[in-house]
């Protein structure tokens, strides 16, 4: 906040035709929901903006309408940290089109992290512990809420517990809260060429003027030895590898995803988690059996590049951790962790973000 920085906010349409759209920002408290701050609270200048950038696609066999705005606007600017949400809407339709969250730091506390083994004891080769300390002048904890995110998740995510102090600074550590499932290295392919098969791509095959990649069959890693790769940790990166102008020349690939296995699992779901689902556990990534072909399996519209993602196996009744299944968990995991450090005050209108603090296992 104060930094004078803007955001790239881009998307695709897959339509022949363009739309006016435009964009709304809303003000939410630490949980996500919006608040009662009106927009001359939370920044100067107003709260919606035209999307003013529309370029088309071309030598794609899907046409796609490619739509980018700095955000926010050239004269405004936020005056009130926390989380926000940005919302795309069709003028003529009055359709959302996608939300996006945000978030807006005041930079206004000292924080540090650090990942080390569980202070428990127990399963030290398979979990992190994150430690936190926030320092700040007149901070309070009863006033302070401090979460902790690994990688893009959001179902692992947690509140941290106030420990105590360590001299100034106010300590979240040695509780269960701190301790996290390592995981394994995210798994990953490479579409970014559609006429030869790049890292584990089997095949690209196009019919009726669309194409189809075949992915490698996934595998139970579970109960395999660690093995160090460097990925995007559950990120992605549109890029085609004959093209120049990868926004507008990148084609859409159907993408086929596989899990072979004898049986379905009866008491857990799997699902495709990272970017390219939006980090989300629902429909759009979760994997269907099918018996035909004894495995599980997901198919999904992506743009040419680089995906990395993990298979996570969820329950109603979940025991153990959801990476455990078919992933395995490894405290060697190069995970990268984000401490989010909220404040409200009595005499404050909404939750406020004081810091941001991203730490990496290396």
């Known amino acids: 906040m104060g930094g004078g920085e803007r955001m790239l906010l881009q998307f695709d349409v897959l339509a022949d035709e363009g739309e006016n759209l435009h964009y709304t920002l809303a003000h939410c408290d630490a949980q996500w929901v919006r608040d009662d701050l009106e927009p001359y609270e939370f920044m100067s200048g107003f709260e919606r903006g035209e999307i003013e950038n529309i370029e088309f696609s071309f030598t794609t066999s899907r046409p796609f309408v490619h739509y980018h705005q700095t955000v926010p606007a050239r004269y405004a600017e936020f005056t009130y940290s926390g989380n926000y949400v940005l919302t795309v809407v069709s003028d003529e339709r009055g359709d959302t089109l996608l939300t996006r969250r945000f978030w807006v730091s005041e930079q206004g506390a000292k924080v540090s992290a650090e990942i080390s083994r569980p ?26 809420r401090v979460r902790v995110q690994q990688n893009g998740r959001q179902d692992n995510a947690r509140w941290l517990r106030f420990h105590g ?56 890693r579970s109960r395999k030895h660690f093995l160090s790769e460097k990925t995007l940790n559950g ?10 102008n990868k926004a507008l020349e990148a084609d859409y690939v159907w993408v086929n995803l596989s899990l072979p296995m004898e049986q379905p699992m009866l008491d857990r779901s799997v699902y495709v988690v990272g970017q390219l689902t939006d980090w989300k556990l629902d429909s759009t990534s979760r994997m269907e059996y099918r018996p035909e072909y004894k495995a599980y399996v997901k198919r999904l519209l992506l743009k040419q590049g680089y995906y990395s993602y993990l298979l996570l196996c969820v329950g109603r009744q979940q025991e153990g951790s959801a990476t455990e299944r078919l992933e395995g968990d490894h405290m060697e995991t190069p995970n990268e962790y984000t401490v989010y450090v909220y404040y409200r005050a009595p005499s404050d209108r909404a939750d406020r973000l004081l810091a941001v603090k991203r730490v990496v296992n290396n």
Not at 120 to 144: F, H, Y
């Open 119 to 144: 202070y428990d004891g127990m399963s030290i080769r398979e979990r992190q512990e994150v430690d936190v300390k926030v320092e700040g002048t007149a901070l309070r904890p009863e006033w302070t």
């Open 165 to 220: 102090y360590d001299r100034m600074a106010m300590n979240y550590s040695l509780e269960q809260e701190n301790i996290f499932a390592g995981g394994n290295t995210f798994r990953f392919f490479d579409c970014s060429n559609i006429h030869l098969p790049m890292y584990n791509v089997m095949r690209v095959e196009e019919y009726g003027g669309e194409y189809f990649a075949m992915i490698r069959p996934e595998e139970d």
């Open 235 to 244: 990120g992605m990166k549109v890029n085609v590898w004959d093209r120049t």
